[in-house]
């Protein structure tokens, strides 16, 4: 009995201890060094973070060379440069903080299951999970680096044809990644602009491709206490029910933030242009106010006589109404074949249409192309 309370006690006082706002790059090299991950046969995996990707918001991550070591061997073996996302080890002082502290760091476990399984399933457009680990008390997950930017910096409202056209092929194989993880009962809850990555590297299998990542929401048991505001809400691009349904909320949610991408990726507008403000003036909360302009303040500005149909879907899409928005809907995957199809029969097609082609005929049982 002695024993158990002087190791609750000691637990206690590692925790409280550890518990820091801001930790520098420095403060997590020095936990990865002193906590390697051995590997089979001696083999040490080491981790060198370079230069810090983020200065706010829930996780820290770094850009970091990665290599493994091995016994009575100095060279650097598989070294390569990739991105380390570390759980913040903090919540705020009050009641039950070491409780909060343990259910973030549970989301935060969830999230490397969720990359781990995604992984397994081969599903082509996110970014690759290279697995998780402890370093220390600090959770930390390895991703690769990709070469690009976010989808927020490509924003543009004088699109060419051309364009827009290669856009729309983008945006099929965005279809149809999010369809792919709802097959596999994955729903992100958190689409928007700053969590899908354009790839913009040649020597990359995904080149041209937008990638999906941070699957922090998927399966985040304590949201209130990881999110930026207070809730799991993404103004603008979070469907109305994320607001008032803390649990058992469905694809409908993944369904309504691409339709909103998809219109302002498409147009360069926002589909809903004023409510980053109406939630700023509610003092960045969800209010009726705000729930009653996303019912009717859409602002829909997609014209293309060779893609009439994509105003419907975006409109369909962001129906306010969960249950509505799936009956209106196309399915995302006939949405991105049909996509692929379109803009094949106007003679253009590049790697996001090929993937598309080849994985149909796959799912026929015919030869890769």
């Known amino acids: ?25 420095d403060d997590y090299q020095w936990w990865l060094d002193h906590n390697p991950v051995y590997l089979h046969s001696g083999a040490v995996e080491r981790i060198q973070l370079q ?24 060279s650097r073996h ?12 903090f919540v705020s002082p009050g009641p039950n903080r070491l409780h909060r502290l343990n259910m973030i760091i549970s989301s935060f476990e969830d999230e490397i299951r969720i990359n781990n399984l995604i992984r397994a399933t081969n599903i082509e457009g996110v970014v690759q999970s290279l697995g998780g680990g402890v370093a220390g ?22 699109l060419t044809t051309g364009e827009r056209i290669s856009r729309i092929a983008q945006i099929a194989y965005l279809a149809n990644t999010i369809s792919q993880l709802h097959y596999y009962q994955i729903v992100h809850k958190d689409l928007k602009p700053k969590n899908l990555l354009l790839c913009q590297d040649p020597t990359h299998i995904n080149n041209h491709k937008i990638l999906i990542c941070d699957f922090g929401y998927a399966q985040a048991k304590l949201r209130e206490s990881i ?48 409510a980053g403000e109406i939630f700023a003036e509610d003092n960045f909360r969800i209010t009726e ?81």
């Not at 009995?1 to 790059?25: G, P």
């Not at 598989?78 to 080890?89: A, D, L």
């Not at 989808?151 to 004088?158: P, Q, R, S, Y």
């Not at 979070?238 to 649990?247: D, F």
């Open 78 to 89: 598989g070294e390569r440069h990739i991105v380390v996302k570390f759980c913040k080890y």
């Open 1 to 25: 009995m002695i024993k158990n309370r002087f190791a609750e006690l000691f637990d206690r006082l590692s925790r409280n201890l550890a518990v820091r706002a801001h930790y520098t790059m």
């Open 227 to 274: 999110t930026e505001y207070g809730g799991q809400m993404t103004p603008v691009y979070s469907a109305p029910e994320q607001a008032v349904m803390g649990e058992n909320l469905s694809y409908s949610v993944d369904y309504f933030s691409f339709g909103v991408i998809m219109h302002e990726y498409l147009t360069g507008k926002s589909l809903l242009p004023k």
């Open 289 to 369: 106010r705000y729930l009653e302009y996303v019912r009717t303040g859409r602002e829909n500005v997609f014209e293309d006589k060779r893609f009439p149909e994509i105003h419907d879907w975006i409109d369909q899409l962001t129906t306010f109404d969960s249950i509505e928005r799936m009956q209106k809907s196309e399915n995302l995957f006939n949405i991105a074949h049909k996509l692929r199809e379109r803009v094949n029969a106007l003679g253009y097609r590049d790697v996001n249409t090929d993937f598309l082609w080849n994985q149909l005929r796959e799912y026929r049982g015919e030869k890769r192309q």
């Open 51 to 74: 230069d810090r990707l983020t200065q706010d918001g829930t996780n820290d991550l770094f850009r970091a060379n990665y290599w493994i070591e091995r016994p009575g061997d100095s």
């Open 137 to 158: 008390r600090l959770p930390y997950l390895k991703m690769e680096l990709i070469k690009g930017c976010s989808l927020d910096k490509m924003f543009h409202t004088d």
